[in-house]
């Protein structure tokens, strides 16, 4: 069975911080993908980046970066120069190739202070 | 482009009464079709997903059910509800190649009073 785990459960920086969410996830397929994903208050999830098991290069997109490491089973996702408009939810997801369904982890609530 | 949409966005209903969510997806064809429920300051649990029409896969045994009437439709249903069925519920759709994400409706927030 899969299981994604996010150990923290609230975080609270001040603007301009820099801060990374952990996740780390267990699965015995050997091809899968890992997702993160916003929850603002609204309710609706919203996509931010997506990594495929087979490729560990990790990238930076605008104030976004992630950390993808096979060996450790972990996925930590970065926030550069936090802003308060980040603060949400947000959810580490892992999906297998066959039904495609996400496995959530439980989610880090992040607040930025102004 | 493609969007999906769910409805009501927030609903109270007294225990033992029928449910019915709706959610719809337009702009793509035969989509992968998902229920999930979020409960109170917790992560999301897939309920019911589907590949096509008529075919529903339920994850959880519980007092609900699925059904995909449409290619694009799906619906997510009650006889009778109880407390412990309150929570907020998301649809969400995925095509069929491997590396994509899912995309979320707004959700239903549902209250069983």
């Known amino acids: 069975a899969q299981k994604v785990t996010q150990a923290q459960t609230e975080i609270s920086v001040v603007e301009k911080e820099d801060v990374t969410l952990d996740c780390v996830y267990e699965t015995r397929d050997t091809t899968y993908y890992l997702f993160w994903y916003k929850q603002p208050p609204s309710g609706e999830l919203v996509f931010l980046i997506r990594?495929?098991?087979?490729?560990?290069q990790n990238e930076i997109s605008g104030r976004y970066s992630w950390n993808f490491q096979k060996s450790t089973s972990s996925f930590n996702f970065t926030i550069t120069a936090s802003q308060v408009v980040d603060s949400a939810v947000y959810f580490c997801a892992l999906s297998d190739t066959g039904r495609r369904a996400l496995t959530f982890g439980s989610g880090t609530r992040l607040q930025v202070q102004p | 482009s493609q969007t999906i949409h769910q409805w009501p966005a927030t609903l109270v209903q007294p225990v033992g009464s029928p449910l019915s969510l709706e959610c719809t997806v337009e702009?793509?064809?035969?989509?992968?079709l998902y229920w999930y429920r979020q409960a109170a300051g917790r992560g999301l649990q897939l309920l019911f997903y589907?590949?096509?029409?008529?075919?529903i896969s339920s994850e959880v045994p519980q007092n609900l059910s699925a059904s995909r009437p449409q290619d694009r439709q799906f619906i997510l249903s009650s006889k009778k509800l109880l407390l412990s069925d309150s929570g907020f519920y998301l649809c969400a759709w995925t095509d069929h190649r491997p590396d994509t994400e899912a995309f979320f409706g707004q959700g239903t927030r549902l209250t069983v009073v």
């Open positions: 589907s590949v096509g029409i008529g075919q």
């Open positions: 990594r495929n098991s087979f490729d560990e």
């Open positions: 702009g793509t064809s035969n989509p992968n």
